[in-house]
Every structure is written in C-alpha cells, then in structure tokens.
C-alpha cells in the first residue's frame, strides 16, 4: 500500500504536495476548497506589513479620540494590531479543516515580526513561515549584515512562539549553504526555496518603469534543495515551477520534505493536485517504494557524495556533466 505522509516542519502532512501562500489560500473558504482537492496542507495568503498603513483612509472625523492618537495610528501604532482579519480566518478554518496551515508574514518594521507571529500562533496556526525580503541597495552595507538581519528576524520570532518556523528565501545570496547553516542552527524548522517577487520592467513607449510579476526557476530550486539536503539540520521544502508529477518526484528526489505550488492551481484549477498525487502514486509503485522516506534525498548532493569512494568526487562529478554539456561531446 502506497503511504504519501510527510513531515515539513516537523508536522505531519497526508501528502508533500502544499499549496503556496497566494490569492488562493485567503480565506476559509480557499482553505477548505484545497483540502477537499487533496494538499497536503496550505500556507496563508501573506500579511505585508503595508497593508495596514494607515494614510487617508483614516480620518479624524470617523473617530472620536484625541488628534495625537489619530497621528499614532497614522504611523505605526494601529499595526501591532493589524492582522485581524487572517487571526479570523485561522481560528474559523482551525475549527473546520483537518490539514495543516501555516500563516505567511512579511515585514518591514522589526519590532512586527515577532508581534505579527505571537498573533497568529495564539490563533491557532499550526506555522509559521517568514517571508524574509531586503533588496541589498546600499553600497556601504556587507552582504554579511543582510544574512545576519535575516537570522535576527528568526532568533526574535522564536524567542516568542512555540509552534514551527520556516523562512522563505530568496536565491540571491553569496553563500546559500552558509546562511540556511545559520537559520538551522537558530531553530529555523524549514527553509522553503525560493521567493519569487515581481520584477522591473521598462516601458519603452510612455518612457515609464512598471513592474511584472517574477518567473519561478524550477532548476534552480531544484540545485538548491540536493546541495543542501542532508547537510542542515532542518526540512526543506521547494517552491515554484512545478507543472507535473514528475516535478514533484525530482524534488522529493534532491531532497524535498515538500513543494509548495500555487502558477499551476491558477492555470489547472485545484483539481491538479489529484493529477500530481495520483502521479507521484503511479511512479512509487511503479519503482517498487511503498514511503516517500524510501527515496527522498536519494539524489541528494550529500548522497551522491557518499556514493563515491573518496570526499571531493561527487564535485568532480557535477564539473564533469557541466563540461559535457558546455562541450557538447559525450
């Protein structure tokens, strides 16, 4: 018999399948429709801190307190308690759905990340991920600071929930492996890889910037998740570019606990992740694995390496294919 449960996070998950934090997880409703098409869990539509400034929406006249509290509110007072539409639709979907959900922050102030996640674990989240983002602008400031922001944002969430944590990254970093080190060894429950935001645009006509939205890298996640599994101490999961079962058997494959996917729901319809499950089922029976444990990270950086005779082969071997390729001889 063919069992699917996975641990991410240290939950357990029916199926590593998980539906991404987007326009299709806000609400209760979008919870209980994944789980009826069979995710393995759901991560919450993201809270961005900008959400809840508060500009012109809020006049004086609507409010009977003093004009000081009114500025207060207009700066940053109102977002220590801004989150409480998702804390709703968390203790509601809590009572109802039977499949993990993990809430999604992103924030630009300090102090609110770990206000924002104390929040959402007194809801009922069953984790946490932080959605980590600083565009690295400033000449004068050492790649090390931006690494070490993203770890002080970790230590300070942990410091006030006891329910897991994974960080969502991006691939820009100089030393990935360094860093996922670093967020494993501060309580950092999963690395989810990577973030994909919108990207800069320029139009050419009307001389004006726009934005558009970032295309997700399977390979490049795919690279990441066998570099790394094995070798931090904490549960990976890979996001974007999955659009078939296939997709998903490599990244269990390299590594992955789980995949989060949201492009292909948009496109398919949540009934695609029946496709994807029945897939992954067919190829396990087909390859004789009755447990996702029995193959996951078997194609593994880590694994391959051991499966040389001497440290430093299984590098060879990764420069070898990229010289066939480059060369283009056999």
């Not at 609507?62 to 509110?73: G, K, M, R, S």
Request: charged share 25%; proline share 3%.
């Amino acid at each position: 018999m063919i069992d699917l449960t996975a641990s991410y996070m240290g939950l357990r998950l029916r199926n590593p399948l998980i539906v991404a934090s987007c326009d299709l997880t806000r609400d209760v409703d979008d919870v209980l429709r994944c789980q009826e098409a069979g995710a393995g869990a759901v991560v919450l539509k993201s809270i961005f801190e900008e959400e809840f400034l508060v500009k012109d929406a809020l006049g004086q006249s609507d409010y009977q307190i003093h004009p000081e509290a009114v500025d207060y509110l207009r700066s940053r007072g109102l977002l220590e308690y801004a989150p409480s539409k998702i804390v709703k639709v968390i203790e509601e979907a809590k009572a109802k759905a039977k499949i993990p959900i993990i809430a999604s922050i992103n924030c630009q102030s300090p102090q609110l990340w770990p206000r924002y996640a104390q929040q959402l674990e007194q809801a009922g989240a069953d984790g946490i991920e932080l959605n980590i983002y600083f565009l690295p602008v400033d000449p004068e400031i050492e790649s090390s600071s931006y690494e070490a922001h993203h770890v002080q944002i970790l230590k300070e969430v942990r410091e006030k929930v006891s329910i897991p944590v994974a960080v969502k990254l991006t691939y820009q970093f100089t030393s990935l492996p360094h860093l996922a080190s670093k967020l494993a060894d501060n309580g950092c429950d999963g690395l989810v890889l990577f973030n994909w935001f919108l990207e800069p645009d320029i139009d050419i006509n009307n001389l004006k910037t726009k934005v558009i939205r970032g295309k997700a890298n399977f390979y490049q996640s795919l690279k990441w998740i066998a570099l790394l599994a094995g070798r931090i101490d904490c549960e990976l999961a890979s996001s974007g570019g999955l659009n078939k079962a296939e997709d998903l058997v490599k990244q269990i494959l390299a590594g992955a606990s789980a995949v989060q996917a949201a492009s292909l729901f948009y496109q398919k319809g949540l009934k695609a992740i029946e496709e994807i499950i029945q897939g992954l089922k067919a190829w396990m029976r087909e390859h004789d694995f009755t447990h996702i444990d029995d193959f996951r990270g078997e194609l593994s950086f880590k694994e391959q390496e051991l499966s040389f005779k001497s440290l430093g082969e299984a590098e060879a071997y990764f420069r070898a294919q990229y010289l066939k390729l480059y060369k283009g001889f056999e």
